[in-house]
Structures are given as C-alpha cells and as structure tokens.
T-cell receptor, first 115, second 108 residues
Framework: GAVVSQHPSWVICKSGTSVKIECRSLDFQATTMFWYRQFPKQSLMLMATSNEGSKATYEQGVEKDKFLINHASLTLSTLTVTSAHPEDSSFYIC???????????FGPGTRLLVL | SQQGEEDPQALSIQEGENATMNCSYKTSINNLQWYRQNSGRGLVHLILIRSNEREKHSGRLRVTLDTSKKSSSLLITASRAADTASYFCAWGNNDMRFGAGTRLTVKP
C-alpha cells in the first residue's frame, strides 16, 4: 500500500522557536496533502490543505502566518510552526492519497512539545 | 465543528465478544472510511465504503452505511486484546473530517 512518512517523529523545543515538520509520500505522487492536529484523547482536526505549487488552504481558526505550509514537490509538504508556544504542543499528522477522493494514507505523526 | 458524532465514546468488552461503534456525519459523501489508532501512534486504514454501498466486510470487520440517516457502524467480531485502540470514522472527498472516535478496550 501507499506509504507516507513524517520527520521528525518527535521534537522538543523552547517557546519562541520555529519547528519544521516534513511529510513525504514515499511511493506515490500527491498534488494534495493534508495536515491535521490531534490533542490528547481527542480526534483529528484538519488544519490545512497543502497544494503543490500553490498556496495552502487553511481551515477556519487556523492562523496561516503561524502554521506555514510549503508543498514544493509532488512528494513533499512541510509544516513550520513559527514562534511556537506551549499551547502549540500537540500531535501533528499529515495524509495524502495517490488518487483524489480515495483512501487517505496517514503519516506516523510528529509529537511536538513546546517548553 | 469538523467532528461528527461517534458513540459510544468508550467501550470495554471481554475478548471474544463483538464490538459495535457508530458514527454520524454531517455532509453528503462519496465514501466513508474507518481508521484505527493505537495510543499515540498514526492512523491505520481499515475499510472504505462507498456511498452506493450499504455493507462491506473485511475479515472480522463489518461496516454498514445508511446515507439517508448519515450514519455508519463498524462491527468487530470475535474481538481480541490486540484490537484495543481508538477507532475513527472519516468522510470527505479529499480533506477528511473525523468523528470524535470510540476508545475500545478488549480485556483478555
């Protein structure tokens, strides 16, 4: 099946620093990737849709200047949490699909802890 | 809210029993998917059911879909301790929206 990877798997940073998370589709190309955030014991919340070669589409309430998304190639999307604060501590997961509208494959997630 | 409703929120059963989880979604769909998530890990795709399907089976999994009620159910038969996890339904043509999830505990 299709494989999506994320890097890093976990990161601890100081408040005020920026953190970049990578999402890669390993065996397929994806014009669209999706970024989710999950707080403990809660469900996944869609943050934004990452579009290759164009601007990301953000969900209501998600600050685009704080969560920068770059989708520079058909196999790589990056999410940068800028000026991270403790409330940004969460589990960030990306997904992609080889075929639009079909099964979404999820990365293993990145756990961010901001001190 | 992005989330639909999922019930029960938590379910605890003995090994060998069946587990049923229900999901309500909010919009019209082309398909609905079920995922499993072990604690603190990524999501594993279980099954996809299309809007023109009413029931689908995969091993010990049985999924039903009622588009008139905007609801779906996941049945796990003959449960095992290894089935302990959170289960989510998700819908959307590309950008997936997730139900609140059911935390299943299967006691050995």
């Amino acid at each position: 099946g299709a494989v999506v990877s994320q890097h890093p798997s976990w990161v601890i940073c100081k408040s005020g620093t920026s953190v970049k998370i990578e999402c890669r589709s390993l065996d397929f190309q994806a014009t669209t990737m999706f970024w989710y955030r999950q707080f403990p014991k809660q469900s996944l919340m869609l943050m934004a849709t990452s579009n290759e070669g164009s601007k990301a589409t953000y969900e209501q309430g998600v600050e685009k200047d704080k969560f920068l998304i770059n989708h520079a190639s058909l196999t790589l999307s990056t999410l940068t949490v800028t000026s991270a604060h403790p409330e940004d501590s969460s589990f960030y997961i990306c997904s992609a699909s080889p075929l639009a509208g079909e099964t979404q494959y999820f990365g293993p997630g990145t756990r961010l802890l901001v001190l | 809210s992005q989330q639909g409703e999922e019930d029960p929120q938590a379910l605890s059963i003995q090994e060998g029993e069946n587990a049923t989880m229900n999901c309500s979604y909010k919009t019209s769909i082309n398909n609905l998917q079920w995922y499993r998530q072990n604690s603190g890990r990524g999501l594993v795709h279980l099954i996809l059911i299309r809007s023109n399907e009413r029931e689908k089976h995969s091993g010990r999994l049985r999924v039903t879909l009622d588009t008139s009620k905007k609801s779906s159910s996941l049945l796990i038969t003959a449960s095992r301790a290894a089935d302990t996890a959170s289960y989510f339904c998700a819908w959307g043509n590309n950008d997936m929206r997730f139900g609140a999830g059911t935390r299943l505990t299967v006691k050995p």
